[in-house]
T-cell receptor
Framework: SQKIEQNSEALNIQEGKTATLTCNYT??????LQWYRQDPGRGPVFLLL?????KEKRKERLKVTFDTTLKQSLFHITASQPADSATYLC??????????FGSGTRLLVRP | DTAVSQTPKYLVTQMGNDKSIKCEQN?????MYWYKQDSKKFLKIMFS???????INETVPNRFSPKSPDKAHLNLHINSLELGDSAVYFC???????????????FGNGTRLTVT
C-alpha cells in the first residue's frame, strides 16, 4: 500500500541551529509534496509545495528538497527560533486524488 | 476574517446522541473536506465535496453524513455517537479538486469531539 512516513520522535534543537525533518514515501511516486505546520489546538497551515521535477524550493528560512531516487523529502528550517516549535506534516496526493498526511514530526527549539 | 471557520470548537456528548459540526469558508474555493485527527495525530480524510457534489467518500461508518447546502458550507452530521468517535475533526477547503491540481488546503481550527 502507498505510505508516507515521518519520524515520530520529536526533534529537539538549540535556537540558531538548522532543523531537518524527513518525509519518506513508498509504493508510489507523487507528482508533488506539500508541507504544513500545525500548532496545538489549531489546524494545519500550508507552508511549501515542491514538484517532482524540482530539486529544491525555498521560502525565507524554509527549504524543501525532493529526491525521487531516495523517495524522500527533507524540510529544513535555518536559524531556527523558539517560535518555530510546532508539528510539521508532509502530505502527498495519492493515486485516488486524496491528500494523504504523514503523522507529523514535533519540533522543539530551545532558547 | 476567518477563512475556514467551524463550530463548535468543543463538543462533549454522551454515547448514542446525534450531533452536527458546521463549516463555512469565505475563500471562494470549490472544494471542501472533512478530516479526522485521532489521538496519535494522524490526519485522515473522510469526505470531499466539489461544488456541492460528493467526490471522496472514505471508508467511514454510515453514521457519518456530510451535507453541503452550497459550495461555501460543508456540515458533518454524526448519528448514534460512539466512544471511538472521539477525535478532532477538521474542515478544510481548496481551490481545485484532485487530479493534476495541487492547490494547498486551508484548514479550520478543528472541533474536539469527546464522547462519554
Amino acid at each position: 500500500s502507498q505510505k508516507i512516513e515521518q519520524n515520530s520522535e520529536a526533534l529537539n534543537i538549540q535556537e540558531g541551529k538548522t532543523a531537518t525533518l524527513t518525509c519518506n514515501y513508498t509504493n508510489y511516486s507523487p507528482a508533488y509534496l506539500q508541507w504544513y505546520r500545525q500548532d496545538p489546538g489549531r489546524g494545519p497551515v500550508f507552508l511549501l509545495l515542491i514538484r517532482e521535477n524540482e530539486k529544491e524550493k525555498r521560502k525565507e528560512r524554509l527549504k524543501v528538497t525532493f529526491d525521487t531516487t531516495l523517495k524522500q523529502s527533507l524540510f529544513h528550517i535555518t536559524a531556527s527560533q523558539p517560535a518555530d516549535s510546532a508539528t510539521y506534516l508532509c502530505a502527498w496526493m495519492d493515486s485516488s486524488y486524496k491528500l494523504i498526511f504523514g503523522s507529523g514530526t514535533r519540533l522543539l527549539v530551545r532558547p | 476574517d476567518t477563512a475556514v471557520s467551524q463550530t463548535p470548537k468543543y463538543l462533549v456528548t454522551q454515547m448514542g446522541n446525534d450531533k452536527s459540526i458546521k463549516c463555512e469558508q469565505n475563500l471562494g474555493h470549490d472544494t471542501m473536506y472533512w478530516y479526522k485527527q485521532d489521538s496519535k495525530k494522524f490526519l485522515k480524510i473522510m469526505f470531499s465535496y466539489n461544488n456541492k457534489e460528493l467526490i471522496i467518500n472514505e471508508t467511514v461508518p454510515n453514521r457519518f453524513s456530510p451535507k453541503s447546502p452550497d459550495k461555501a458550507h460543508l456540515n458533518l452530521h454524526i448519528n448514534s455517537l460512539e466512544l471511538g468517535d472521539s477525535a478532532v475533526y477538521f474542515c478544510a477547503s481548496s481551490q481545485d479538486k484532485g487530479s493534476s491540481y495541487n492547490s494547498p488546503l486551508h484548514f479550520g481550527n478543528g472541533t474536539r469531539l469527546t464522547v462519554t
